[in-house]
């Protein structure tokens, strides 16, 4: 019931959300499907009306402004605590609904009829186990189990059957061997016939035949071999009936006895009822009247459960995977940088002023795409800044403002190089480039020689396996020959 609840409870949302004429949130141009849109509305709804769910500290608000900077700082946030509530419903969502299927399907599959039947399997179908809650009238409870066994045959049908089974193991437990008479091979002993409900089991007086029909001579393979009686019991219920063959075989049969906390009233019943189609349970024991139910696993509580677990580690993970975009953003301008560096000084010495040195190298970026290639985001923030001197901020402003975004101690070298150069004037500032260039490629190899040097280092237990493996191939053959 209580998944009925939650499910009505995320339709009311729904409704409450589409009569709100909440905007959608635009994904690229992207068309998004109806359900999406759906769940998207709903969790737009519980932002607003629950902005705690959808709150990040300030660092995670730092690392989106990074990685959206040519947005609002205000719609970020939102967009991304949306994006994390959406997550987390469409989560719940699923598995609520696959919880509810699941105690749906539960609940039409009672065993237990009118508070007081159990209906028996047809012919053939094997016996099924019933797990019970008894309850007294002073409201006592306790729990049994109950094996209830298929509808039985009738005599007249298990000797007419009974006959067909002995021709059938007569031929079939012979296994490889020809006849009886002459038994030199493992014989093919079986417990039961395909087709028939009877239970076979054999008695032999001899230790020459294995219990699984294999043949034990003792090492005296040249002696005669011994006839052996062996009495076979077609077994069904209480119907039972005896044939001997003269062979060497000998399969034990253990039959498991029915030991459980059954009461003996409810042994008694199955036994009595064994031809009815149905076990009728008794109402009062020991002189109190009890009532029934059926105890049953509930997998849609787990279902459930791992839904709302996941939904939650899905809203806490956003965060990380914020950041380990902005480590991925950061790695890969500062593996520019050093390109950047030299661009500059070289448009600074063929005569460009900084503006348009910075304006040519942001374009020859972003030109990058229409030859299929990645963008490095270096040079979005570079076009940002161009925007911005455009727009009427000081070009001074847009290098510290540029230097703000990236957040990266190369980048801040160069702004400041930059704005010094425009505030107070800096006639070495080509000299000064020149020598940020020659470090930048020094920091670049060494970055890569501190990537190569942490690569060789996971890659040595890898090797060590190889070697082992090696020196086992070696020795190993080496060792056997001695």
């Known amino acids: ?13 729904m409704i409450r959300a589409k009569k709100s004429q909440i905007p959608n949130m635009p994904e690229n141009g992207k068309k998004v499907s109806f359900a999406e849109q759906c769940f998207e509305k709903m969790a737009v709804l519980l932002y607003s009306l629950f902005p705690v769910c959808g709150k990040t500290d300030a660092a995670i608000t730092g690392s989106l402004v990074q990685l959206n900077p040519e947005e609002n700082a205000g719609y ?17 969502f699923a598995g609520d609904v696959i919880a509810l299927l699941l105690w749906v399907g539960d ?3 009672n065993n237990l009829v009118d508070g007081r039947y159990i209906f028996r399997k047809e012919k053939g179908e094997g016996s099924k ?3 019970l ?16 066994e298929e509808q039985r045959y009738q005599k007249e049908e298990l000797d007419a059957m009974c006959d067909e089974v002995l021709k059938l193991i007569a031929g079939e437990a012979l296994g490889k061997n020809d006849s009886w008479d002459n038994v030199t091979k493992d014989l093919n002993l079986m417990d039961k016939v395909k087709g028939y409900p009877f239970s076979l089991s054999w008695e032999s007086g001899s230790l020459q035949v294995a219990g699984d029909g294999k043949i034990n001579y003792g090492g005296k393979e040249e002696e005669s071999v011994t006839l052996v009686p062996i009495k076979l019991k077609i077994e069904y219920h209480d119907f039972l009936k005896e044939h001997t063959f003269y062979a060497k075989i000998c399969p034990p049969e253990k039959e498991n006895s029915f030991s459980d906390a059954v009461t003996d009233v409810l042994k008694n019943m199955e036994e009595v009822s064994y031809a009815n189609d149905k076990v009728s349970l008794p109402q009062i024991i020991d002189e109190e009247n009890v009532t029934w139910t059926e105890r049953k696993e509930d997998k849609s509580i787990k279902v459930f459960m791992l839904g709302l677990v996941a ?16 480590r991925v953003k950061s790695k890969q301008m500062e593996e520019e940088y050093p390109a950047i560096i030299s661009k500059l000084t070289l448009y600074l010495g063929a005569g460009m002023n900084t503006k348009g040195a910075w304006e040519k190298i942001a374009k020859e970026g972003n030109k990058l795409n229409q030859t299929g290639k990645e963008i490095n985001p270096v040079y979005r923030e570079m076009l940002l800044t161009c925007r911005e001197m455009d727009s009427g901020i000081a070009e001074a402003d847009a290098y510290e403002r540029f230097g703000k975004r990236i957040r990266r101690q190369k980048f801040i070298r160069l702004t400041t190089l930059l704005v010094q150069n425009l505030k107070k004037g800096n006639a070495a500032l080509l000299l000064q480039l020149r020598q940020e260039s020659i470090v930048a490629l020094e920091e670049h190899a060494a970055e890569k020689k501190k990537e190569g040097e942490e690569m060789e280092t996971k890659l040595l237990f890898p090797m060590m396996l190889i070697m082992g493996m090696v020196m ?3 020795m190993v053959p080496a060792f056997l020959s001695i």
């Open 472 to 474: 086992v191939l070696i």
């Open 129 to 131: 186990e019933v797990h």
């Open 311 to 326: 939904a939650i580690v899905a809203y806490v993970l956003s965060d990380r995977e914020v950041q380990k975009r902005v």
């Open 133 to 148: 809650i008894v309850q007294r009238e002073d409201g006592e409870e306790a729990e049994a189990s109950l094996i209830v």
């Open 107 to 109: 609940g039409k599959d």
């Open 1 to 13: 019931m209580t998944y009925i609840v939650i499910l009505g409870l995320f339709v009311l949302i």
């Open 76 to 92: 970020v946030k939102w967009k991304y605590g949306v994006r994390k509530i959406k997550v987390s419903i469409i989560i719940l």
